[in-house]
C-alpha cells in the first residue's frame, strides 16, 4: 500500500527495508512480502515517473565528461521509466579471471539459475544460442573468421515500473508498504558496529523527520545512490567500517560503465541482408543483432569485450561523394550501395580511480551531492582504438563490407576523444571473496554486517558489454532466495547441485557430470554425503525417468520406498548424527545411453532444516 509520511507513525514492526523503487527494488519487495512486511522507501513520487530528482540527485561531476544527473530517474520504478527494454545475459567468460578483470566470486550457473524468474518480471522471453541465422550473419559476415553476433531482445511491452499497472498493483499489495517522497539520510549502526540499528528519514516536501528501527536493509537505489549513501552514512565510524567498504575503503570505488564511439562509416553491398542490424520481429520476439570479435580473437590480441551497434536503418549511399567513395572501395562492383554509422560500446576495465565519493556540494536534503570521477586511463582508451582498427579488418575481408574511421575517430590518438556513456552504472560496491576486495560478499551481503545487502548493478565485479537491467535483476532473484532459504533455514542448510557449485563435493559414486540446474544418477547406486547442521528433517528438490522406483537409506536406516519421483518435497528424518550419508538404490532404469549411465534421478537440492 501507498502510505503517507507520518513522524508519529509507528514505523516498527517491518521484517524487510528496501531503499528504492526501482527494477531491483520493487522486484525485492514482491519476493519477500510472502514471508514478512515490508517497508520500500522512495525518494521520488508515485505520479512523477520521470522525474530526475532536481535539488538532490545531481552530481558533481569531475574526471572525463558526464552529464550532471546521469540519466537517473526518482520516481517510481526508477529508470525503468525510460528503459529501451534491450537485453542479453551475461556471458560466462566474464565470470572467469582473465588479465586486467577480476573473476567473480560467483559461478556462472548460480547467476544464470535465476535469468528464467528475472526474464519473466521484465516481459523477456528465453534466448538462445542456437536461433537460426539471420541476413546479416550469412551475408555480411559469411564465412569471415573470428567474427559472430549477439542476439539481443526486446522487454516485450517493456517493462516500466511507474506505470499505471503497476501504480495499481503496488497501491494494494497489503504486505507491502510503500513511502514517497522520502529520503534515508543516514545509516546507523549499533554500539557493536556489526548490524544496521535505524535509519534516519526526511520528507521532501514538509522537511520533517523520522527515526526508523531495522531488522533487514537492502539498499537498491542504484549504482551512485548506492556508495554516496553508504559514504556518508559511513563518516560517523572508525576508518575501514562496513559502510566505507572494509580495510581497502572500496565502496565507491571501481566504477564503471560502457564507453561508446561512432569513429567509423561502413559501406555494405546492396545486395547483402543487414536489416536484422535494426530492432526487427523475429520468432515472436524483437529482436536486433550486435556484431562482435570471437573470444579466441580478443585473447590473442589482448582486447577488451566490445560489440558493434546499429539502431536505425541502413540508408542507401545517393550522393555522388558518397558513392565515389564506395566505387574506390570495392574491387568488385555493386548495382549500390548501403551506408552506415554504427557505434561501439566496450567494456571498461575495472579501475580504482574512476569512482563515486561525497562532493562539497550540498543536496536540498542537506548531505552532499554525489561525485562522479569517471576514469579511463590511456592505455585502455588505446586499446579501444586498436579494437576497432581491428573489428574493422575482420569485417572487411569477407568483401561486402568496407569501413573507414571518420571526424575525430580518424585521430591516431584518441586520448582526449568524447567517448559517449550508456547511464550504466556498475561496480561501486562490488561483490567480492572477502573484503579485502570488495563491498560485498558472494550473498551480496555487506561484508561486516549481519543485516545489511545492496542490489542492483553497483555488485557487478566486471560488466561485459550487455545492458545490466535483465542481469542485475538476475542478481536480485538470486539474493532474495538466499535470504528467504536462509529465513526458512534459520537451522539447516541447503545443498544446491549443479554445474561449478560446491555442494557437488558431496557427490560420491553413482553420478554423471553435474549439468546447469542439477546432477543426474547414472547407475544402479548413488550416494551422497552431507553435513547436518543440527537440522531434523530433509527435504530433495529433484526430478526423475517415468517408471524409476528408489530405495532410500539415510545413514543405513531406510527412509523411503518407492516411485523416484516421489521422493521430491517429501520430509524425510535426519536423525541425530552429524553427518548424514543418503544411499539410492535404484530399479526399473530406462536402458543405458550411448555414455554408459542409466539415468534415473536428477538432484537439485537437498534442503536441511
Given at each position: 500500500?501507498?502510505?503517507?509520511f507520518?513522524?508519529?507513525?509507528?514505523w516498527?514492526?517491518?521484517?524487510?527495508?528496501?531503499?528504492?523503487a526501482?527494477?531491483?527494488?520493487?522486484?525485492?519487495?514482491?519476493?519477500?512480502?510472502?514471508?514478512?512486511?515490508v517497508?520500500?522507501i522512495?525518494?521520488g513520487?508515485?505520479?512523477?515517473?520521470?522525474?530526475?530528482?532536481?535539488g538532490y540527485?545531481?552530481?558533481?561531476?569531475?574526471?572525463?565528461?558526464?552529464t550532471?544527473?546521469?540519466?537517473?530517474l526518482?520516481?517510481?520504478?526508477g529508470?525503468?521509466?525510460?528503459?529501451?527494454?534491450h537485453?542479453?545475459?551475461?556471458?560466462?567468460v566474464?565470470?572467469?579471471?582473465?588479465?586486467?578483470?577480476?573473476?567473480?566470486?560467483?559461478?556462472?550457473?548460480?547467476?544464470?539459475?535465476?535469468?528464467?524468474?528475472?526474464?519473466d518480471w521484465?516481459?523477456?522471453?528465453?534466448?538462445?544460442?542456437?536461433?537460426?541465422?539471420?541476413?546479416?550473419?550469412?551475408?555480411?559476415l559469411?564465412?569471415?573468421?573470428?567474427?559472430?553476433?549477439?542476439?539481443?531482445?526486446?522487454?516485450?511491452?517493456?517493462?516500466?515500473l511507474?506505470d499505471d499497472?503497476?501504480?495499481?498493483?503496488?497501491?494494494?499489495?497489503?504486505?507491502?508498504d510503500?513511502?514517497?517522497?522520502?529520503?534515508?539520510?543516514?545509516?546507523?549502526?549499533?554500539?557493536?558496529g556489526?548490524?544496521?540499528d535505524?535509519?534516519?528519514?526526511?520528507?521532501?516536501?514538509?522537511?520533517?523527520?523520522?527515526?526508523?528501527?531495522?531488522?533487514?536493509?537492502?539498499?537498491?537505489?542504484?549504482?551512485?545512490?548506492n556508495?554516496?549513501?553508504?559514504?556518508?552514512?559511513?563518516r560517523k565510524?572508525?576508518?575501514?567500517?562496513?559502510?566505507?567498504?572494509?580495510?581497502?575503503?572500496?565502496t565507491?570505488?571501481?566504477?564503471?560503465?560502457?564507453?561508446?564511439?561512432?569513429?567509423?562509416?561502413?559501406?555494405?553491398?546492396?545486395?547483402?541482408?543487414?536489416s536484422?542490424?535494426?530492432?526487427?520481429?523475429f520468432?515472436n520476439?524483437?529482436?536486433?543483432?550486435?556484431?562482435?570479435?570471437g573470444?579466441?580473437?580478443?585473447?590473442?590480441?589482448?582486447?577488451?569485450?566490445?560489440?558493434?551497434?546499429?539502431?536505425?536503418q541502413?540508408?542507401?549511399?545517393?550522393?555522388?561523394?558518397?558513392?565515389?567513395?564506395?566505387?574506390?572501395f570495392?574491387?568488385?562492383?555493386?548495382?549500390?550501395y548501403?551506408?552506415i554509422?554504427?557505434?561501439?560500446?566496450f567494456e571498461?576495465?575495472?579501475?580504482?580511480?574512476?569512482?563515486?565519493?561525497?562532493?562539497?556540494?550540498?543536496?536540498?536534503?542537506?548531505?552532499?551531492?554525489?561525485?562522479?570521477?569517471?576514469?579511463?586511463?590511456?592505455?585502455e582508451?588505446?586499446?579501444?582504438?586498436?579494437s576497432?582498427?581491428l573489428?574493422?579488418?575482420?569485417?572487411?575481408?569477407?568483401?561486402l563490407?568496407?569501413?573507414?574511421?571518420?571526424?575525430?575517430?580518424?585521430?591516431?590518438?584518441w586520448?582526449?576523444?568524447?567517448f559517449?556513456?550508456?547511464?550504466?552504472?556498475?561496480?561501486?560496491?562490488?561483490?567480492?571473496?572477502?573484503?579485502?576486495?570488495?563491498?560485498?560478499?558472494?550473498n551480496?551481503q555487506?561484508?561486516?554486517?549481519?543485516?545489511?545487502?545492496?542490489?542492483?548493478?553497483?555488485?557487478?565485479?566486471?560488466?561485459?558489454?550487455v545492458?545490466?537491467?535483465?542481469?542485475l535483476?538476475?542478481?536480485?532473484?538470486r539474493?532474495?532466495?538466499?535470504?528467504?532459504?536462509?529465513?526458512?533455514t534459520?537451522?539447516?542448510?541447503?545443498y544446491?547441485?549443479?554445474k561449478?557449485?560446491?555442494?557437488?563435493?558431496?557427490?560420491?559414486?553413482?553420478?554423471?557430470?553435474?549439468?546447469?540446474a542439477?546432477?543426474?544418477?547414472s547407475?544402479?547406486?548413488?550416494?551422497?554425503?552431507?553435513a547436518?547442521h543440527?537440522?531434523?528433517?530433509?527435504?530433495?528438490?529433484?526430478g526423475?525417468?517415468?517408471?524409476?522406483?528408489?530405495?532410500?537409506?539415510i545413514?543405513?536406516?531406510?527412509?523411503?520406498?518407492g516411485?523416484?519421483?516421489?521422493?521430491?518435497?517429501?520430509?524425510?528424518?535426519?536423525g541425530?548424527?552429524?553427518?548424514?550419508?543418503?544411499a539410492?538404490?535404484?530399479?526399473g532404469?530406462?536402458p543405458?545411453?550411448?555414455?554408459?549411465?542409466?539415468?534415473?534421478?536428477?538432484?537439485?537440492?537437498?534442503t536441511?532444516q
Amino acid at each position: 500500500m501507498f502510505v503517507d509520511f507520518d513522524p508519529a507513525r509507528d514505523w516498527g514492526g517491518y521484517d524487510y527495508i528496501i531503499i528504492g523503487a526501482g527494477v531491483a527494488g520493487l522486484f525485492l519487495a514482491r519476493k519477500l512480502a510472502g514471508a514478512g512486511r515490508v517497508l520500500v522507501i522512495e525518494a521520488g513520487r508515485a505520479d512523477l515517473s520521470n522525474s530526475t530528482g532536481a535539488g538532490y540527485y545531481e552530481l558533481d561531476v569531475t574526471g572525463r565528461g558526464y552529464t550532471p544527473i546521469g540519466q537517473r530517474l526518482s520516481a517510481l520504478g526508477g529508470t525503468s521509466n525510460h528503459w529501451g527494454g534491450h537485453s542479453h545475459p551475461l556471458n560466462p567468460v566474464i565470470f572467469g579471471n582473465r588479465k586486467g578483470f577480476p573473476g567473480w566470486p560467483i559461478a556462472y550457473a548460480d547467476y544464470a539459475l535465476h535469468l528464467p524468474e528475472a526474464q519473466d518480471w521484465l516481459n523477456l522471453g528465453a534466448f538462445s544460442d542456437t536461433r537460426e541465422k539471420t541476413g546479416v550473419e550469412r551475408d555480411l559476415l559469411g564465412h569471415a573468421q573470428n567474427l559472430g553476433a549477439l542476439h539481443f531482445q526486446f522487454s516485450n511491452p517493456i517493462r516500466r515500473l511507474g506505470d499505471d499497472a503497476t501504480r495499481t498493483q503496488f497501491a494494494a499489495e497489503p504486505g507491502i508498504d510503500i513511502v514517497f517522497d522520502t529520503r534515508v539520510v543516514d545509516i546507523h549502526l549499533d554500539a557493536g558496529g556489526g548490524r544496521v540499528d535505524r535509519l534516519d528519514l526526511f520528507h521532501l516536501s514538509s522537511r520533517r523527520t523520522a527515526s526508523v528501527p531495522v531488522s533487514q536493509l537492502f539498499l537498491a537505489a542504484g549504482g551512485i545512490e548506492n556508495p554516496r549513501l553508504m559514504l556518508w552514512s559511513a563518516r560517523k565510524y572508525r576508518p575501514g567500517n562496513p559502510l566505507a567498504g572494509g580495510p581497502n575503503a572500496l565502496t565507491g570505488k571501481f566504477f564503471m560503465e560502457h564507453p561508446s564511439i561512432e569513429p567509423v562509416e561502413i559501406y555494405i553491398d546492396s545486395r547483402a541482408d543487414i536489416s536484422a542490424l535494426a530492432p526487427h520481429p523475429f520468432d515472436n520476439l524483437m529482436v536486433n543483432v550486435v556484431l562482435r570479435a570471437g573470444e579466441d580473437f580478443l585473447s590473442a590480441h589482448g582486447l577488451p569485450r566490445f560489440g558493434m551497434h546499429f539502431q536505425d536503418q541502413a540508408q542507401p549511399a545517393t550522393n555522388d561523394i558518397e558513392l565515389q567513395a564506395a566505387q574506390d572501395f570495392f574491387v568488385s562492383r555493386s548495382v549500390g550501395y548501403q551506408r552506415i554509422m554504427p557505434f561501439f560500446i566496450f567494456e571498461q576495465t575495472p579501475n580504482a580511480a574512476s569512482f563515486v565519493g561525497l562532493s562539497s556540494k550540498l543536496g536540498s536534503d542537506g548531505t552532499p551531492l554525489a561525485r562522479l570521477n569517471w576514469y579511463i586511463p590511456p592505455e585502455e582508451i588505446a586499446s579501444y582504438r586498436r579494437s576497432v582498427l581491428l573489428f574493422c579488418g575482420l569485417l572487411n575481408q569477407y568483401g561486402l563490407a568496407k569501413t573507414r574511421f571518420v571526424g575525430d575517430g580518424a585521430n591516431p590518438d584518441w586520448t582526449n576523444i568524447v567517448f559517449g556513456d550508456a547511464c550504466h552504472h556498475m561496480g561501486t560496491t562490488r561483490m567480492a571473496h572477502d573484503a579485502s576486495g570488495g563491498v560485498v560478499d558472494p550473498n551480496s551481503q555487506v561484508f561486516g554486517l549481519s543485516n545489511m545487502y545492496v542490489a542492483g548493478s553497483s555488485v557487478f565485479p566486471s560488466t561485459d558489454i550487455v545492458n545490466p537491467t535483465l542481469n542485475l535483476t538476475a542478481l536480485t532473484a538470486r539474493l532474495a532466495n538466499f535470504v528467504l532459504n536462509k529465513a526458512a533455514t534459520a537451522v539447516g542448510a541447503i545443498y544446491r547441485f549443479g554445474k561449478g557449485r560446491d555442494a557437488d563435493k558431496a557427490l560420491g559414486q553413482g553420478w554423471a557430470t553435474p549439468e546447469f540446474a542439477g546432477v543426474w544418477s547414472s547407475g544402479d547406486t548413488a550416494d551422497v554425503t552431507l553435513a547436518r547442521h543440527g537440522a531434523k528433517t530433509l527435504t530433495l528438490a529433484a526430478g526423475a525417468t517415468d517408471g524409476v522406483t528408489v530405495d532410500l537409506s539415510i545413514n543405513g536406516a531406510a527412509a523411503y520406498s518407492g516411485p523416484a519421483s516421489g521422493l521430491a518435497g517429501k520430509p524425510l528424518p535426519a536423525g541425530d548424527a552429524d553427518q548424514l550419508a543418503l544411499a539410492f538404490n535404484f530399479t526399473g532404469l530406462p536402458p543405458k545411453r550411448q555414455d554408459g549411465a542409466r539415468t534415473g534421478l536428477f538432484l537439485q537440492t537437498v534442503t536441511l532444516q
